[in-house]
């Protein structure tokens, strides 16, 4: 297998990660997964935000690591984790990146949920 070549974030891919600066809160239902100040935004080209939550802020009872992987060229190898709740499993609904490229290295130590599947609220202040 040929070694993976990261691609640089410019100005036909941009990529910022910045300060939330807000509250944010993640939420399955009644069911806080995370309560946070500390969020870290990544803007990636033309998709939406993604909020990354420190990892240490995370219910991490409620969360079972998967054999998961995937790969983007811009931020590296994700890893997984199912969110294991009494009534139900998200499978693979949190990704992270354990060694991210240096364009994104803030993102280390932090973790994005799809949206589809949990609740991720940004406080309007």
Not at 16 to 35: I, P
Not at 38 to 49: F, K, R, S
Not at 83 to 106: H, M
Not at 107 to 112: E, F, N
Request: with cysteine.
């Amino acid at each position: 297998m040929a070694a993976r070549q990261p691609k640089i974030p410019g100005p036909d891919h941009p990529i910022t990660v910045e300060k939330t600066g807000r509250r944010v809160v993640v939420r399955v239902g009644e069911t806080v997964l995370a309560d946070t100040t500390g969020a870290l935004t990544l803007q990636e080209a033309n998709y939406p935000a993604v909020q990354y939550v420190p990892l240490a802020d995370i219910d991490s009872k409620l969360l079972t690591p998967t054999d998961t992987q995937t790969y983007c060229p811009y931020k590296g190898d994700a890893s997984y984790y199912t969110i294991s709740l009494p009534d139900r499993e998200l499978t693979d609904a949190v990704w992270f990146y354990k060694e991210p490229y240096d364009s994104v290295a803030e993102i280390a130590g932090h973790a994005a949920f799809y949206t589809d599947r949990v609740e991720v609220v940004v406080d309007s202040k």
